[in-house]
């Protein structure tokens, strides 16, 4: 269901792999060759310049293994989620504030009209003040009695006006709090994620990238996997992901070396709708948008193909292997170096 990645004579699709410099991922680290230059210039220098004693220069640190870098990836994404649960909670607190205050508002809009319709109960009741219809009426104290009511009903209502007003403020006031925290939650959360993506990079680009338990994955797989799950959850409702497998399919590929994955679009094996379509195209994206950071060497979708090495030809067509997943019309696959 892949690509053979080898460039020996039985692969039906040799015409997809021109002859490439050597892989990014074969060799030294990423970093490593994006310093040729300065690392060329600074010993230039140094040869230019006195040599400092022994004691002066700094020991280098030692490089982390893989376990480490993987605790420090689990350590940063509890934090990260951490965080983003808390951010959620402080947006999910201003909103309640938010509506609160607009309910709060249509109740002092109501208690208002009643006043209005209560003044002008008073005032139709004679077509008087109340004060003169003690003159023109034949029962004074009928209106005066009337008055006090409708006096008292309308003082009540202002009251519950101002208490109400206050409630406004108040709810607009938590409401104004919550965000300023959420904006200090979402300024801690880009900073972890940074730190998340710099992990992510070390272990993308650490040497040691063997097959290993519990799911016969490289390092390097392992975390692309689990960062697409992050992203887009279990996929369960299209049939899930696959990756290790002893047998390559169709070509030798990355499969058996524990280093591609399938993530399925359709779990039917047919031809997907155009929302399952787009999730897969949302996925294969992502990989693109991510492959150089993450190691990722080619993507294959809808019987096109991806590769990081050839990126500026975009996607290409393959070639009709003759049904629906392996023209990878109902999944996703993305190999890695």
Same mark, same amino acid.
């Given at each position: ?46 040869? *230019? &310049?006195?040599? %400092?004693?022994?004691? !002066? ?6 490089? +982390?293994? /893989?376990? =480490?870098?993987? #605790? ?101 006031? *938590? &409401?104004?709090? %919550?965000?300023?925290? !959420? ?6 959360? +880009?900073? /972890?994620? =940074?730190?998340? #993506? ?140």
């Amino acid at each position: 269901m892949d690509v053979a990645d080898d460039r020996t004579g039985g692969d039906p699709y040799a015409d997809f792999w021109a002859p490439d410099p050597p892989c990014p991922r074969e060799g030294a680290p990423r970093a490593g060759r994006r310093r040729g230059l300065g690392a060329v210039l600074a010993a230039a220098l140094l040869a *230019a &310049s006195p040599i %400092a004693p022994a004691s !002066a220069v700094p020991a280098p640190r030692p490089a +982390e293994s /893989l376990d =480490e870098l993987q #605790e420090r990836a689990d350590r940063l994404s509890d934090d990260y989620n951490g965080e983003l649960r808390d951010m959620e909670a402080v947006f999910e607190d201003a909103e309640k504030a938010q509506e609160r205050a607009d309910t709060t508002r249509e109740e002092v809009e109501d208690a208002r009209d009643q006043v209005r319709q209560l003044a002008i109960a008073g005032y139709t009741s004679s077509g008087l003040e109340p004060s003169l219809t003690v003159f023109v009426e034949e029962d004074p104290q009928r209106l005066i009695d009337q008055a006090q009511i409708i006096g008292h009903l309308s003082g009540n209502h202002q009251a519950r006006i101002d208490d109400l007003e206050k409630a406004i403020e108040r709810d607009e006031k *938590a &409401s104004d709090n %919550a965000r300023e925290k !959420a904006e200090k939650v979402e300024e801690d959360l +880009e900073e /972890l994620e =940074e730190r998340r #993506e710099e992990v992510q990079g070390l272990i993308a680009d650490h040497p040691e990238q063997e097959m290993g338990p519990p799911d016969n994955l490289t390092p390097r797989t392992r975390q692309m996997r689990d960062l697409v799950r992050e992203k887009f959850g279990d996929n369960k409702e299209h049939g899930g992901y696959g990756c290790y497998r002893p047998d390559g399919g169709y070509v030798v590929g990355e499969h058996p070396k524990g280093r591609a994955c399938d993530f399925m679009v359709d779990k039917n094996g047919q031809m997907p709708s155009q929302d399952q379509i787009d999730h897969g195209w949302d996925i294969a994206h992502w990989a693109q948008d991510n492959a150089e950071r993450l190691g990722i060497m080619y993507v294959i979708y809808r019987q096109q193909i991806w590769d990081v090495r050839r990126d500026s030809e975009g996607w290409r067509d393959m070639a009709d292997r003759g049904s629906i997943t392996e023209n990878h019309f109902d999944h996703v696959h993305i190999s890695m170096f």
